[in-house]
T-cell receptor
Framework: DVKVTQSSRYLVKRTGEKVFLECVQD?????MFWYRQDPGLGLRLIYF???????EKGDIPEGYSVSREKKERFSLILESASTNQTSMYLC???????????????FGSGTRLTVV | AQRVTQPEKLLSVFKGAPVELKCNYS??????LFWYVQYSRQRLQLLLR??SRESIKGFTADLNKGETSFHLKKPFAQEEDSAMYYC???????????FGSGTKLNVKP
């Protein structure tokens, strides 16, 4: 029944490392999103993708990049990890609402990243 | 600019009491409003959508465009309702969602 899978539940990385967070969905959704979730700040959009090889910046893209080579996979990359990137990272996917109402997101279980 | 405001970080009620989680939004067009819930150690999941006008787990939410609000209500809270609740707005292109900062609901026995 699991539809959005994030490859790691917990990660600990060192400052300056390049970090890859992977997300795979099996629902054939066009849209995929990366958020970070921090207490008191809610969910903030980092990047999203509406098609293969297409990407758009969200509200807080600095220090991050993304890759979408296949429809089902959306990767978040921390080019040089810093301690202020310690957070819970959530991946989500959705259908593109072609004129109809949105069905909402399906979320992954999250990756808790600690940068030391 | 789009914005979702949840003024309460924490809401504590006793079992059986009514509960209302507040959500206000700002958006220039016609938004779609949602409530998401995250139970302890579980993934974030959709609770309800304003367009469905449904009741899920006894919760309801009415979109009030005049007050730009979408408050979540339940007449009799249960202990299993204890969770983090996020109000979200979807609008514009690409089905992007904008989330509030969340309200933690604690239902005491």
């Amino acid at each position: 029944d699991v539809k959005v899978t994030q490859s790691s539940r917990y990660l600990v990385k060192r400052t300056g490392e390049k970090v890859f967070l992977e997300c795979v969905q099996d629902m054939d959704h066009e849209n995929m999103f990366w958020y970070r979730q921090d207490p008191g700040l809610g969910l903030r959009l980092i990047y999203f993708s509406y098609d293969v090889k297409m990407k758009e910046k969200g509200d807080i893209p600095e220090g991050y990049s993304v890759s979408r080579e296949k429809k089902e996979r959306f990767s978040l990359i921390l080019e040089s990890a810093s301690t202020n990137q310690t957070s819970m990272y959530l991946c989500a996917s959705s259908l593109y609402p072609s004129g109809g109402a949105s069905y909402g997101y399906t979320f992954g279980s999250g990756t808790r990243l600690t940068v030391v | 600019a789009q914005r979702v405001t949840q003024p309460e970080k924490l809401l504590s009620v006793f079992k059986g009491a009514p509960v209302e989680l507040k959500c206000n939004y700002s958006y220039s067009g016609s938004p779609e409003l949602f409530w998401y819930v995250q139970y302890s150690r579980q993934r974030l999941q959709l609770l309800l959508r304003h367009i469905s006008r449904e009741s899920i787990k006894g919760f309801t939410a009415d979109l009030n465009k005049g007050e730009t609000s979408f408050h979540l209500k339940k007449p009799f809270a249960q202990e299993e309702d204890s969770a983090m609740y996020y109000c979200a707005l979807s609008g514009g292109n690409f089905n992007k969602f904008y989330f509030g900062s969340g309200t933690k609901l604690n239902v005491k026995p």
